[in-house]
């Protein structure tokens, strides 16, 4: 089946560690896009990426980074420079540079700080 | 830009009762609407779309939207209200930026239902 993978599910981190979040797709989305949700904010865009090798900043990219080498992939590294990243992380997909279709998401993973 | 605001943080309704969730948008063109539903712990899975096709929408599990331009409202509906709608509701306009469009989500409503 086509999909979203996101992993791992949960994932915890101490202070001042980089952890990379991962993020694979088989549906042969050009578009991909990683989001912050904390509760009652709603979803917020750090970064995305419409083609292989390009990637542009979100609402709030500080602190965070991504690469876009494969179609199929683009992982997230939260930095040390992330000063709040407890944080429930979804990532996405689009079929086209639009998003007149709407986006397919993973399953998240849900990152906290110990 | 565009922007959209869903009027309730928290909606309770009994099994078997209508449900509505509002939405209400801002936008200097026609826009395309989405409504998603998120369960605890989970992805975000899409419920229904408007891209200027006919207004009102139907969806999965029988939600439906109505796409009303004069009021900027796109409302979610159900008649009958199931345990298993218990979840979070998210709608979402495109927006446009540097030639590609994007996704703005509203802050959400969660929706709790009662035996």
């Known amino acids: 089946d086509g999909g979203i993978t996101q992993s791992p599910k949960y994932l915890f981190r101490k202070e001042g560690q980089n952890v990379t979040l991962s993020c694979e797709q088989n549906l042969n989305h050009d578009a991909m896009y990683w989001y912050r949700q904390d509760p009652g904010q709603g979803l917020r865009l750090i970064y995305y990426?419409?083609?292989?090798?390009?990637?542009q900043k979100g609402d709030i990219a500080e602190g965070y980074s991504v690469s876009r080498e494969k179609k199929e992939s683009f992982p997230l590294t939260v930095t040390s420079a992330q000063k709040n990243p407890t944080a429930f992380y979804l990532c996405a997909s689009s079929t086209d540079r639009g998003a007149n279709y709407g986006y397919t998401f993973g399953s998240g993973t849900r990152l906290t700080v110990v | 830009a565009q922007s959209v605001t869903q009027l309730d943080s928290h909606v309770s309704v009994s099994e078997g009762t209508p449900v509505l969730l509002r939405c209400n948008y801002s936008s200097s063109y026609s826009p395309s609407l989405f409504w998603y539903v998120q369960h605890p712990n989970k992805g975000l899975q899409l419920l229904l779309k408007y891209t200027s096709a006919a207004t009102l929408v139907k969806g999965i599990n029988g939600f439906e939207a109505e796409f009303k331009k004069s009021e900027t409202s796109f409302h979610l509906t159900k008649p009958s209200a199931h345990m298993s709608d218990a979840a979070e509701y998210f709608c979402?306009?495109?927006?446009?930026?540097?030639?590609?469009?994007?996704?703005?989500f509203g802050a959400g409503t969660r929706l709790a239902v009662h035996p």
């Open positions: 979402v306009v495109s927006d446009s930026f540097g030639g590609y469009n994007k996704l703005i």
């Open positions: 990426s419409q083609i292989v090798n390009d990637f």
